[in-house]
Nanobody, 123 residues
Framework: QVQLVESGGGLVQAGGSLRLSCTASGRTFSTYVMGWFRQAPGKEREFVSAITSSGPSIIYADSVKGRFTISRDNANNTVYLWMNSLKPEDTAVYYC????????????????WGQGTKVTVSS
């Protein structure tokens, strides 16, 4: 069973950048789609980005497209989220997650979740 741990969150000024990491333990990491979601206080968890194990194929939420970049390093069992031009509305707890099969932006299709890492963007 794959276990996920996020890191890299913190406090950053608007316009700044952060790189989030998600490290996985367990076997067959490279066979899974990896996704990033985020949840602000009082709001539902929302899709950010996802990436396939090979190719790769990538999708982004409209709210982050052009600012965020997802990548993965299968040899090191790690997926990254590079966040640039950060805005106060990006403030949230960011979670990585996995699913089997094709790319998806639907939260319920992801079957394994990390504990999250907090990102705070100040104005």
């Amino acid at each position: 069973q794959v276990q996920l741990v996020e890191s890299g969150g913190g406090l950053v000024q608007a316009g700044g950048s952060l790189r989030l990491s998600c490290t996985a333990s367990g076997r067959t990491f490279s066979t899974y789609v990896m996704g990033w979601f985020r949840q602000a206080p009082g709001k539902e968890r929302e899709f950010v980005s996802a990436i396939t194990s090979s190719g790769p194929s990538i999708i982004y939420a409209d709210s982050v497209k052009g600012r965020f970049t997802i990548s993965r390093d299968n040899a090191n069992n790690t997926v990254y989220l590079w966040m640039n031009s950060l805005k106060p509305e990006d403030t949230a707890v960011y979670y990585c997650a996995t699913k089997y099969g094709s790319l998806s932006y639907r939260r319920f299709e992801y079957t394994k979740w990390g504990q999250g890492t907090k990102v705070t963007v100040s104005s």
